[in-house]
């Protein structure tokens, strides 16, 4: 039933994902399509865990779904900094910055278990009929994580911040549109 449930979802983010993508073509657009594809590789990367993957391919998928939800935070603080209109002096250039925390969990995910520095000790975790692989986080592991709700955070801030600034007739228009 979860993988029916998560294929569902998989297949409306990508169709959201094509719909934005052909529909509208501004820089906030182009955001959010970004999102949508990280939120559809995450959800893609859960069906073929539970569903289809043997132990090498749910080892990747464990090291691959990682950057599909640090790609997710990332397009929604830029969606969120473009619809805004928040920071101004921050230019496209810069958002490479927001790419320095998923650039080094990949060098740190071909790093060798023994480091124990970012992901070790996978093993099968008994999940129903589902034995998905479960793992001990390391110290990088933190980093991600705080990387993650921080992005997170900051955009619901500026998302909420310019709701509340806006004109009580406008309100709706702040976040919807």
Do not use: N
Not at 35 to 40: D, G, I, N, Q, V
Not at 106 to 128: N, Q
Request: aromatic letters at 12%; a positive charge.
């Amino acid at each position: 039933m979860a993988v029916k449930v998560q294929l569902v979802i998989y297949l409306l983010l990508v169709a959201l994902a094509i719909r934005l993508g052909f529909e509208r073509a501004d820089r906030v657009s182009r955001s959010a399509v970004v999102a949508l594809a990280c939120a559809a590789w995450w959800s893609l990367g859960v069906v073929i865990e539970f569903a289809l993957a043997g132990p090498a391919l749910a080892h990747f998928l464990v090291m691959a779904k990682p950057f599909a939800m640090m790609g997710l935070v990332s397009s929604l603080l830029v969606l969120a900094i473009e619809h805004t209109g928040s920071f101004s002096f921050i230019r496209r250039k810069h958002y490479a910055a927001l790419l320095v925390v998923p650039a080094i969990t990949m060098v740190m995910s071909f790093a060798p278990e023994e480091t124990r520095l970012y992901r070790f000790h996978f093993r099968p975790r008994p999940h129903g009929v589902f034995h998905p692989l479960t793992w001990d986080g390391g110290v990088w592991q933190i980093v991600v994580d705080c990387y993650e709700y921080l992005l997170a955070a900051l955009a619901f801030i500026l998302v909420f911040r310019a709701a509340v600034q806006a004109q009580r007739g406008y309100r709706r228009t702040v976040l919807f549109t």
